[in-house]
């Protein structure tokens, strides 16, 4: 934080310092967009002109961040398919992980070809009585998938 904000805090014009400390955030988080886009290592942005890139990765920077994602991570596991954004299997993971939760995965095949047809998460949640990580049942004490 910069000395600015810290001066206008103690002031108690929290509010002007935290418009402040956004307007820094933005800047900060604009020429990290630029870098990345100029960089051509982000297959996101490849086919995309300079601005277009510019503005995707700002746009995926700034959605990582209202997600808690730091905007490196949000490069490579912040996507745009169709207009929406998505986010990868690896960065969900990462956070169920991170709140508690683990899982087991149950594989389902088809009979005839044996390929895989479906694939479910059994989500287990952290019990401290217990120390381990449990089922996560729903109200009836079937387990949520």
Same mark, same amino acid.
């Given at each position: ?20 400390? %956004?307007?820094?955030?933005?800047? !900060? %988080? !604009? ?9 051509? %290592? ?5 086919? &995309? ?5 510019? !503005?995707?990765?700002? *746009? ?5 961040? !209202?997600?808690?994602?730091? =905007?490196?991570? *949000? ?9 929406? =954004?998505?986010? *990868? ?5 990462? &956070? ?9 995965? &149950? ?17 287990? &949640?952290?019990? %401290? ?5 449990? =089922? ?10």
């Amino acid at each position: 934080m910069n000395v600015r904000v810290q001066v206008l805090r103690r002031l108690g014009v929290d509010q002007i310092a935290e418009t402040v400390a %956004e307007g820094q955030r933005f800047e !900060y %988080e !604009y020429r990290l967009a630029q870098t990345f886009a100029r960089s051509g %290592e982000f297959d996101n942005l490849n086919g &995309k002109t300079g601005d277009q890139a510019v !503005y995707t990765a700002m *746009s995926v920077i700034q959605i990582g961040r !209202y997600w808690g994602v730091n =905007p490196s991570d *949000s490069m490579v596991h912040i996507r745009f398919e169709k207009g929406k =954004p998505c986010v *990868s299997n690896e960065l969900i993971a990462a &956070k169920l992980q991170a709140a508690g939760w683990e899982w087991d995965v &149950k594989w389902s095949k088809d009979a005839r070809t044996h390929r895989v047809t479906r694939c479910d998460l059994l989500l287990k &949640k952290w019990d %401290e009585k217990l120390r381990k990580h449990v =089922p996560f049942t729903d109200m009836e004490g079937a387990q949520v998938v």
